[in-house]
C-alpha cells in the first residue's frame, strides 16, 4: 500500500523547475507533502483533499488527481534551500493514518 | 512556541532490554503519532491516538511494542525484550485536530534507538 515517487533522485541547478510525482493503487482522501533535511525531522509543506481543497505553508505548488490517485508536486525556480528528501504520504479514510513512500532526495546546486 | 520534543534522542540497549520512548506533542493538539524511520526511507506508522484513545495499532510490529497515552498528553513507546532489529529512529507526531479532518503533522527531534 506504499505509494509510489518518482524521481526517486533529482539534481537542480538555482532557478530550475522540478516535478516529484506520487501514485497509489488505492482510492486517497489526502495527500501529504513533507520535507526531510539530513538529520533532522520531516517539515510540513501542503496536504491536497479529496474535492480540491489545498493548504500549504510555502510557495510550492501541487496537484491531486483523485481519479489516478496521484499527486505532484512542483517546484519553480528552485532555491539551495529546496534540497533534501521530500516524502508524499497518503491517508485512505477522513483521518491522518498516513503511509509514506520511499521519497525523493532532491539537490540543489549553485 | 514549543515544537513536538522527544526523550532521549539517542538511547543504546542490550539486547533483551526493555525501553520507553516519550513524547511531549504539541500544547492542545489532538492527535498523536508514533513512526519509525529507518535510514533512508519515509517514517513507517506505528499507531496513533486521539486524546487518551488509542484508534489505531495496526503497524505496531509484534506484541513487544505498546504505547499510552494516560492524560491526553505525554505519550510513551514501549518495546520490551529489545532485538537488534528494533534499532531504528523513533518519530512521534502532533496534529491540532483529531479523526474526521486532515491536519498537517508536526514531528518530533526522534529517539535514535541502537540494540546492541
Known amino acids: 500500500q506504499q505509494p509510489v515517487q518518482s524521481p526517486q533522485a533529482v539534481i537542480l541547478r538555482e532557478g530550475e523547475d522540478a516535478v516529484i510525482n506520487c501514485s497509489s493503487s488505492?482510492?486517497?482522501?489526502?495527500v501529504h507533502w513533507y520535507r526531510q533535511k539530513h538529520g533532522e525531522a520531516p517539515v510540513f509543506l501542503m496536504i491536497l483533499l479529496k474535492g480540491g481543497e489545498q493548504k500549504g505553508h510555502e510557495k510550492i505548488s501541487a496537484s491531486f488527481n483523485e481519479k489516478k490517485q496521484q499527486s505532484s508536486l512542483y517546484l519553480t525556480a528552485s532555491q539551495l534551500s529546496y534540497s533534501g528528501t521530500y516524502f508524499c504520504?497518503?491517508?485512505?479514510?477522513?483521518?491522518?493514518?498516513?503511509?509514506f513512500g520511499a521519497g525523493t532526495r532532491l539537490a540543489v546546486h549553485p | 512556541g514549543a515544537g513536538v520534543s522527544q526523550s532521549p534522542r539517542y538511547k543504546v540497549t542490550k539486547r533483551g532490554q526493555d525501553v520507553a520512548l516519550r513524547c511531549d506533542p504539541i500544547s492542545g493538539h489532538v492527535s498523536l503519532y508514533w513512526y519509525r524511520q529507518a535510514l533512508g526511507q519515509g517514517p513507517e506508522f506505528l499507531t496513533y491516538f486521539n486524546y487518551e484513545a488509542q484508534q489505531d495499532k495496526s503497524g505496531l510490529p509484534n506484541d513487544r511494542f505498546s504505547a499510552e497515552r494516560p492524560e491526553g498528553s505525554i505519550s510513551t513507546l514501549t518495546i520490551q525484550r529489545t532485538e537488534q532489529r528494533d534499532s531504528a529512529m523513533y518519530r512521534c507526531?502532533?496534529?491540532?485536530?483529531?479523526?474526521?479532518?486532515?491536519?498537517?503533522?508536526?514531528f518530533g527531534p526522534g529517539t535514535r534507538l541502537t540494540v546492541t
Open positions: 488505492k482510492a486517497l482522501y489526502s
Open positions: 504520504g497518503t491517508a485512505r479514510g477522513g483521518y491522518n493514518k498516513l503511509i
Open positions: 507526531a502532533s496534529s491540532p485536530l483529531g479523526q474526521g479532518l486532515s491536519y498537517e503533522q508536526y
